[in-house]
């Protein structure tokens, strides 16, 4: 039986959190910068691979609008399970598993859903590190489905740190 305690973090907590993010952002100035070869890719309508680095999750979500939608491979621990449940609210779905769980079948569904024209959203740095260094898993997954990379990221320039790996 679940505990309660898991019920609240997974289903109310989850929502809240979401609800702050969208809040947030509205509070935000927002400058987009991109370059020719993305407009044209949205112009076309084509799919992509977007990567970030594993401590810019939290405004991510409102980086990039996808037309078809967006699948992000999230890791199947109980953490991942709580980031999974936040981005559906923000209408990201998740795809999970890991390099140590569930990371191939993962791999195959994330082919798939580029083959069926969803961007994916992907973190090469891993959740076990090293931190900033790209693992081989978003090259071989650019390779095998012909989409190209595109690195996505955010900055501040007035922000407040309210806990380790969480700037606002």
Do not use: C
């Not at 991109?34 to 112009?43: A, C, H």
């Not at 309508?45 to 999230?74: C, D, Q, T, V």
């Amino acid at each position: 039986m679940q505990k309660i305690s898991d019920f609240i973090m997974l289903n109310i907590f989850t929502l809240l959190v979401s609800l702050l993010l969208r809040l947030l952002v509205l509070t935000i100035r927002v400058r987009v910068i991109t370059t020719k070869f993305v407009d044209e890719l949205q112009r076309k309508g084509e799919n992509a691979i977007f990567a970030f680095w594993h401590g810019r999750l939290l405004l991510m979500p409102f980086a990039y609008k996808s037309r078809k939608g967006a699948y992000i491979m999230i890791s199947r621990h109980r953490d991942g399970e709580f980031v999974s449940r936040a981005v559906k609210y923000l209408g990201i779905s998740s795809v999970r598993g890991s390099t140590t769980r569930g990371g191939i079948s993962a791999f195959k569904k994330l082919i798939k859903l580029t083959d069926e024209g969803y961007d994916i959203a992907f973190t090469p740095d891993g959740p076990k590190g090293p931190k900033h260094k790209a693992q081989m898993g978003i090259i071989e997954l650019a390779k095998l489905t012909g989409k190209p990379i595109i690195p996505l990221t955010y900055s501040a320039s007035k922000k407040k740190s309210l806990a380790h790996g969480i700037v606002l």
